[in-house]
DNA sequence: ACTCTGACTCAAGACGTT
DNA sequence: CTAATTGAGTCAGAGT
DNA sequence: AACGTCC
């Protein structure tokens, strides 16, 4: 779920943290993408008339693939370079909101398994998309179709969006391009929304640079954090009657939710039983995630008899497309070999009280020049 | 009057040709 | 048994 | 821009 209403929150409270950003601005810059997220995107969306989703003849579906190639060949042609993060294991805290998703999903499937039955494909084609999930092969798909394509991935111990953040944090990358607003509670410096559907669409790019968030919050980080928690998080229930409006103006009030339970009425607004919110903000504090140091990100020359090999050999796409593909691909690679405009960004000014990881900072510009590190390629860690 | 809940809805990609 | 979105929007109804 | 198609 992300963020219960946040966007709005800073909308209302915060407009000037909102930049709306021509795609052709975004030229050079670099950015860190939940390709778990990505995925299942993809698989709901790329259908065809029927619903079902575009497979092989094998009947293995291919739909990811599909999206996988062509978004990341488009970001390229904008001369964004996307770094693709996937997820690893989901916190012990997230369990029970993840049992409730299951149990939605069993009613989904049986109707999509009615609806199959009686023929009746329009309704097929709604439950069946609230039955996707993205399974290992899917991802594992992916990470293979990337390093043929010489894009760099990641795999995260535990939370995507968390690693994401790090990486911006760090200045391996500019910022992270998500639509869910809790990147911005692990502590993103920016977050790109709208990236994806920027071109194909009229939206435009929004930036939200959080210095600005909490500048017009008038709150530290910690503060938003604690802010994030109260309007309703992935990881543990909120007060009960306690909404947004009433969220930013008792942080503002009493700076965090110790003080907050002190003060409120327990009688009105009773915290949940035995509220473990202190560990749900130890996880956005300080998140599992592999230190920005310890990887890699680089971009490399697009292997095309591999990429053929795959997509055209195994997975029945058209050899045409995906040569013509992978030329843009080749074309726009040499024509930006070192993304300028990403290198003249400075990190954004670190927010107070955070905990671990107040020492690197400097490195978006030192990095530029070393390149060494592990291992020869960019995955690894674990 | 304002705020919040909860139940509900919807939409979700990209290419190439026309 | 290896997967568990999300955001945005609307509405009525109730609590403050 | 709309549309059929991608696999």
């Known amino acids: 779920m992300g963020i219960h209403g946040l966007s709005k929150v800073i909308a209302d409270n915060a407009p000037a943290a909102l930049k709306e950003v021509p795609i052709k601005?975004?030229?050079?810059?670099?950015?860190?993408?939940?390709?778990?997220?990505?995925?299942?995107?993809?698989?709901?969306?790329?259908?065809?008339?029927?619903?079902?989703?575009?497979?092989?003849?094998?009947?293995?579906?291919?739909?990811?693939?599909?999206?996988?190639?062509?978004?990341?060949?488009?970001?390229?042609?904008?001369?964004?370079?996307?770094?693709?993060?996937?997820?690893?294991?989901?916190?012990?805290?997230?369990?029970?909101?993840?049992?409730?998703?299951?149990?939605?999903?069993?009613?989904?499937?049986k109707a999509a398994a009615a609806a199959e039955e009686t023929g009746d494909t329009e309704n097929f084609d709604k439950f069946s998309r609230r039955t996707v999930k993205v399974t290992k092969e899917h991802n594992d798909d992916c990470k293979k179709l990337l390093k043929l394509m010489g894009v760099p991935y990641i795999?995260?111990?535990?939370?995507?969006?968390?690693?994401?953040?790090?990486?911006?944090?760090?200045?391996?990358?500019?910022?992270?391009?998500?639509?869910?607003?809790?990147?911005?509670?692990?502590?993103?410096?920016?977050?790109?929304?709208?990236?994806?559907?920027?071109?194909?669409?009229?939206?435009?790019?929004?930036?939200?640079?959080?210095?600005?968030?909490?500048?017009?919050?008038?709150?530290?980080?910690?503060?938003?954090?604690?802010?994030?928690?109260?309007?309703?998080?992935?990881?543990?229930?909120?007060i009960k009657g306690i909404g947004p409006t009433r969220a930013v103006s008792l942080i503002k009030e009493h700076k965090n939710i110790e003080t907050i339970l002190e003060k409120l009425d327990s009688k009105k607004y009773p915290a949940p039983e035995d509220w473990p919110y202190q560990a749900a903000r130890e996880l956005f504090r300080a998140p599992n995630v592999t230190k920005a140091e310890e990887l890699d990100v680089k971009w490399e020359a697009p292997d095309e008899e591999g990429v053929v090999a795959y997509l055209v050999g195994e997975k029945g796409f058209n050899e045409d497309r995906v040569r013509s593909a992978i030329q843009k691909l080749i074309k726009t690679r040499t024509g930006t070999t070192q993304g300028r405009l990403g290198d003249y960004f400075k990190p954004v000014e670190k927010p107070a009280g955070s905990t671990s990881a107040a020492k690197r900072k400097m490195d978006a510009k030192a990095a530029s020049g070393s390149a060494k590190k592990k291992g020869g390629s960019f995955m690894k860690k674990k």
């Open 25 to 109: 601005a975004c030229f050079g810059r670099k950015v860190a993408v939940d390709a778990s997220m990505s995925i299942y995107q993809f698989l709901i969306a790329v259908r065809q008339q029927d619903g079902m989703q575009l497979t092989n003849e094998a009947g293995e579906t291919t739909s990811h693939l599909m999206g996988m190639l062509y978004r990341t060949i488009r970001m390229f042609e904008n001369g964004i370079k996307p770094v693709y993060v996937f997820d690893g294991k989901p916190p012990d805290m997230k369990s029970n909101e993840l049992k409730k998703r299951g149990v939605k999903r069993e009613g989904a499937e």
């Open 155 to 238: 795999e995260a111990p535990c939370e995507a969006e968390a690693q994401c953040a790090i990486l911006a944090k760090s200045g391996k990358v500019y910022a992270a391009g998500s639509e869910d607003m809790d990147t911005l509670t692990f502590g993103t410096p920016v977050l790109m929304r709208h990236l994806t559907f920027s071109e194909a669409r009229k939206m435009p790019v929004v930036e939200i640079e959080l210095a600005k968030v909490l500048e017009g919050l008038e709150m530290t980080m910690d503060q938003f954090i604690d802010m994030c928690i109260l309007l309703g998080c992935d990881y543990c229930d909120s």
